[in-house]
C-alpha cells in the first residue's frame, strides 16, 4: 500500500482536477439549469476560542488570540477588531482555515485584564451574513477584573444614536488626560448607539465618548471631533455576567432584544466650537462687498473701517453665531482694487490668552469684477438693477408672512408703497392693511404681515411697485408681484400643540420622522398655543431646545469648562414612542407639560 501511494499519489490531484472539468462541462449540457439551493442567511457560528474566556495569566509576549467558526469567514472591518485598553498600534490579524488569529505588534502590559472585541468586523465568506460579535476577555495577571458600565451615545440635538463612537474610561481624573493618553478602558457603540464597558476595575472614572475619526483613541479638538462627557465621576456598580442581556451580541435588526438592555449612562455628543479666536478667512464677493469670517463665534469687535471710506458709509452685519462678519460700502462710485480693512478685535495670543489688536485685511477685486462688459449679451440684470426677492409658502405664510430680500442694502425704501389684497372665490378684489418689520438677524430682508386672516379659497396678492427702493449700488427695483393661497387639500390636517408650565425660553421645532428636517419652528418663553396646519398624513415628532441664554440659538458645549450643549428633548407619547401619527383630514391636539419634560 504504502509503494502504491508513493508511486500514484502525485498524479491524484490532476485527475481530480481533470475530472471536475469533465464533470462540470457534460452538467453545462443538460436541459435543465442547476440550482443553487436556498440562500445562506445563517451567520457564521463560534465554535472554538483561545485562551479560554476569563483566561489568566496570558503570556504578554507574542500573544495570538483565536476565533475558530464553523464555516469559512471573512474580515469586513479591521477597525472593528478593537482591544481594551488601547495600545499605540492596532491589533493584526490573519486568516487560517476557519479561524481568525489576531496578534499585537507590540508586548501587553502585564497584570492587566484586556478584551478583545470582534463585533461588526467578521462576516462569512459566501453571503456575507454578518457575526453578531463576541467579546473575548482575559488577564495577564492572576485576576480578572469583574465590573461593567453601560450606556447610549445619542447626537446632541437630534437624540438619535451614534454608531462607531468610542466610549472611554479613565483613571486620570485631569480635564487634560482626553487629549493627552489612551484610556484604561474602551469600547465602540453599537448601531443602537448602545456601549458595555466590561471587565473593568472598581475604581472612580471620568467617562467620555469620541467620534475618534483617526483612531488614536485619544480626543483631537482641532480636528472638529464630536465628543460627550459624563458631568461627575463615575463608580461601576454590575458585576459582569454573561447571561445578563447587556452583555450579550444580537444582531442589530432584533429591535426588542436590542431596546430591552438598560442603560446607566447617556451621552450626547456635539462638537466644540474652537477656543482660538482669529480671523480665518475673507473673500470680496463684488466691487462693494465682502466677508471675514472667525474661527469661534461671539468675536468681540471693538471698530471696523476701511481706508479712505468715510464711516458713515460702512454697512456691517454679524450673522447669528457672531463669528461672519458681512460688510458693505455704500457709495455707488467706483471702488479701489484693494479696499484695505481694519478690523480692532480681541484675538487670542502665543498664550492662549484674548487681548487688542488692530488686524489688516487686504481685500482684492475679484477679476470678472474689474473686466469690462464687452456687449450688451454681457450686462445681466444685476448690472443695472436693484435685485430681490419675494417668497411666501402657503403653509406657513400664516406664521412668517411674505419674506422680501435684497441683494445688497437698501438705501432708499418704500413701504408704504406695497400693495396687498386679495380676491375671493367670487372674483371680487378687495385691498388689505399689512405691517412691515426688518428681520432682526438680516438687515436686508424684510417681513410683511397681513393684517387680515387669510381663508381658503381666497388668492393673495402683494405687489413691489417699480424704482421704489434703491440698494448701495444706486440702482432702483424692478416690480414684481406674487400671489400665494392656503392650501385647499382636504386631506390635509391640522395639530394644536398646548404648551404649559413654560418657565424658561424655549425653541420649539416640528420635524419629520428621520427627524433630518425642521418643519415649523416657533420661540417661546410663556405658556400659548402652537398651530401647526396644512400637514399631511404621516409621522412628526416635536423637539424643545431650552435656551437657557435666550440667544435663539442651540448652543453646542465646552469640554474645559465643563459645559454640556443645551438641553433638547423629544416629547413622549403616553405610548412611550416618540412619534405623532397624524392620519388624513384630522384635527388634533396635543397638551405639553414643559415644567415637567425639563425639570
Known amino acids: 500500500m504504502k509503494r502504491f501511494l508513493e508511486k500514484y499519489f502525485p498524479v491524484i490531484p490532476v485527475g481530480l482536477i481533470l475530472g471536475t472539468v469533465l464533470f462540470s462541462h457534460s452538467c453545462a449540457n443538460t436541459t435543465t439549469p442547476p440550482s443553487g439551493g436556498p440562500k445562506d442567511t445563517i451567520p457564521p457560528v463560534l465554535v472554538e476560542i483561545f485562551p479560554y474566556p476569563g483566561a489568566t495569566h496570558v503570556p504578554v509576549h507574542k500573544t495570538h488570540l483565536m476565533f475558530k467558526f464553523d464555516e469559512f469567514v471573512t474580515v469586513k472591518d479591521q477597525q472593528s477588531i478593537f482591544l481594551s485598553p488601547p495600545m499605540e498600534k492596532r491589533p493584526k490579524y490573519r486568516l487560517k482555515g476557519k479561524s481568525v488569529i489576531v496578534s499585537f505588534e507590540n508586548d501587553l502590559d502585564s497584570n492587566r485584564t484586556y478584551t478583545l472585541d470582534v463585533t461588526n468586523a467578521i462576516a462569512d465568506n459566501n453571503e456575507g451574513n454578518m457575526f453578531p460579535g463576541y467579546t473575548l476577555a482575559f488577564s495577564t495577571g492572576h485576576t480578572l477584573d469583574s465590573m461593567m458600565i453601560t450606556g447610549v451615545v445619542q447626537d446632541c440635538n437630534t437624540l438619535m444614536p451614534m454608531k462607531g463612537v468610542t466610549v472611554m474610561l479613565y483613571k486620570d481624573h485631569a480635564d487634560s488626560a482626553v487629549f493627552k493618553e489612551r484610556p484604561v478602558a474602551a469600547g465602540k457603540t453599537d448601531d443602537w448607539g448602545y456601549f458595555c464597558l466590561r471587565n473593568i476595575q472598581d475604581t472612580l472614572y471620568r467617562l467620555y465618548a469620541v467620534k475618534d475619526d483617526n483612531n488614536d483613541n485619544k480626543y483631537q479638538a482641532e480636528n472638529n471631533e464630536l465628543i460627550a462627557f459624563w458631568d461627575s465621576l463615575v463608580r461601576p456598580v454590575t458585576v459582569v455576567n454573561d447571561s445578563l442581556p447587556e452583555v450579550m451580541k444580537y444582531l442589530m435588526t432584533d429591535t426588542l432584544a436590542c431596546l430591552a438592555r438598560k442603560t446607566e449612562y447617556e451621552l450626547n455628543m456635539f462638537r466644540e466650537t474652537p477656543s482660538k479666536q482669529m480671523i480665518v478667512n475673507k473673500e ?262 431650552e435656551d437657557l441664554n435666550r440667544n435663539g440659538l442651540v448652543d453646542t458645549g465646552n469640554l474645559l469648562e465643563h459645559k454640556q450643549p443645551e438641553k433638547v428633548k423629544f416629547y413622549r407619547l403616553e405610548n412611550g414612542t416618540f412619534l405623532i401619527d397624524i392620519p388624513e383630514m384630522t384635527e388634533l391636539e396635543q397638551t405639553i407639560d414643559v415644567g415637567e419634560m425639563f425639570k
Open 284 to 545: 470680496r464677493l463684488g466691487e462693494r462687498t465682502a466677508y471675514i469670517t472667525f474661527m469661534a463665534p461671539y468675536a468681540q469687535i471693538d471698530s471696523v473701517w476701511i481706508a479712505e471710506v468715510p464711516h458713515e458709509k460702512l454697512i456691517t452685519q454679524f450673522n447669528l453665531e457672531q463669528d461672519s462678519l458681512e460688510i458693505w460700502v455704500n457709495d455707488p462710485r467706483k471702488q479701489p482694487d484693494t479696499l484695505h480693512l481694519y478690523v480692532n478685535y480681541m484675538k487670542t495670543d502665543t498664550l492662549g490668552v484674548l487681548v487688542p489688536f488692530t488686524e489688516e485685511v487686504k481685500l482684492a477685486k475679484p477679476r470678472q469684477i474689474g473686466a469690462a462688459k464687452s456687449s450688451s449679451r454681457d450686462i445681466k440684470k444685476e448690472d443695472t438693477t436693484a435685485v430681490f426677492t419675494v417668497t411666501a409658502e402657503p403653509e406657513t405664510i400664516e406664521q412668517y408672512g411674505y419674506a422680501i430680500e435684497f441683494k445688497y442694502p437698501v438705501v432708499e425704501e418704500a413701504f408704504d408703497s406695497l400693495e396687498f389684497w386679495y380676491v375671493n372665490p367670487k372674483q371680487q378684489e378687495v385691498k388689505e392693511k399689512y405691517t412691515v418689520h426688518q428681520d432682526s438677524l438680516n438687515l436686508r430682508k424684510y417681513i410683511v404681515t397681513p393684517g387680515v386672516t387669510m381663508l381658503p379659497g381666497y388668492e393673495y396678492y402683494l405687489k413691489v411697485p417699480h424704482r421704489k427702493f434703491k440698494d448701495i449700488n444706486g440702482f432702483y427695483n424692478d416690480s414684481l408681484e406674487v400671489k400665494v393661497s392656503l392650501p385647499n387639500d382636504d386631506k390635509l390636517s391640522t395639530m394644536s400643540v398646548v404648551m404649559n408650565n413654560v418657565r424658561n425660553k424655549y425653541i420649539v421645532d416640528l420635524l419629520n420622522e428621520k427627524r433630518d428636517q425642521v418643519l415649523r419652528s416657533y420661540i417661546i418663553d410663556s405658556d400659548r398655543t402652537l398651530r401647526f396646519p396644512y400637514l399631511k398624513a404621516g409621522k412628526y415628532s416635536i423637539r424643545l431646545t
